[in-house]
């Protein structure tokens, strides 16, 4: 049973406001992920870590920032919400070693209004 | 230009039959691959994978096929159930990196009681 949590799971805001995304595991995984999710489409990774105080640019470029200073808490923030962010996030987790499986969070559903 | 297609956006099975979802690929360099199931509302959940070294791999009723020449995996659910329908996503990797994964569009598998 994977343990990964993110909050809130629906979220509707007005244009401008800054939000932030929160995602935590327990799992003592040093990788963390994001990727975003637009309904009938693939994910698409906008950001990753590889452990405390590491944050990397995914392939989807994205207005969102990142913090990693926990190694268990991945926060996606938005300074200023617009229409165009409105999608699915969804955090991820998984150990250092390659060819393991990368386990999710049930998502958060944004809309910006 | 998308890497990983899955090309039939949906699927309908009878309980009790096999379900076979397809996805191709092309990039060459892809060396692992995986299948996430993804329920409305939820994240997706690892299901099986595959190394590039290998040409089957078996967990249970699921069953991942890789045909490295013609760039193809197929997922074989054997027998299907009400409770597997879902929407299942192909992803793929570069040396098994599992922060890298290039995921599809998805297959939405109905089964049918």
């Known amino acids: 049973e994977a343990d990964i949590y993110q909050t809130p799971r629906y979220l509707v805001i007005g244009t401008g406001k800054k939000i932030t995304l929160e995602c935590s595991q327990t799992?003592?995984?040093?990788?963390m992920y994001w990727y975003q999710q637009d309904p009938g489409m693939e994910l698409h990774l906008i950001h990753y870590?590889?452990?405390?105080?590491?944050?990397e640019k995914g392939d989807l470029s994205s207005e969102s920032t990142v913090s990693r200073i926990r190694t268990e808490h991945f926060p996606l923030t938005l300074e200023s919400a617009r229409p165009s962010h409105t999608s699915q996030y969804l955090c991820?987790?998984?150990?250092?070693?390659?060819?393991?499986?990368?386990?999710f969070g049930q998502g958060t559903r944004l809309t910006v209004v | 230009d998308q890497q990983v297609k899955q090309n039939s956006p949906s699927l309908s099975v009878q309980e009790g039959r096999i379900s076979i979802l397809n996805c191709d690929y092309t990039?060459?360099?892809?060396?692992?691959f995986l299948w996430y199931k993804k329920y409305p509302a939820e994240g997706p959940t690892f299901l099986i994978s595959?190394?590039?070294?290998?040409d089957k791999n078996e967990d249970g009723r699921f069953t991942v096929f890789l045909n490295k020449s013609a760039k193809h995996l197929s997922l074989h659910i054997v027998p299907s159930q009400p409770g597997d329908s879902a929407v299942y996503f192909c992803?793929?990797?570069?040396?098994?990196?599992?922060?890298?994964?290039?995921f599809g569009k998805g297959t939405l598998l109905t089964v049918n009681p």
């Open positions: 991820a987790s998984s150990n250092l070693v390659s060819g393991t499986e990368a386990f």
């Open positions: 992803a793929a990797s570069i040396g098994g990196s599992n922060y890298k994964l290039t």
């Open positions: 870590s590889y452990g405390v105080n590491s944050t």
């Open positions: 990039n060459s360099m892809f060396d692992y």
């Open positions: 799992m003592g995984h040093d990788k």
């Open positions: 595959i190394s590039s070294i290998k």
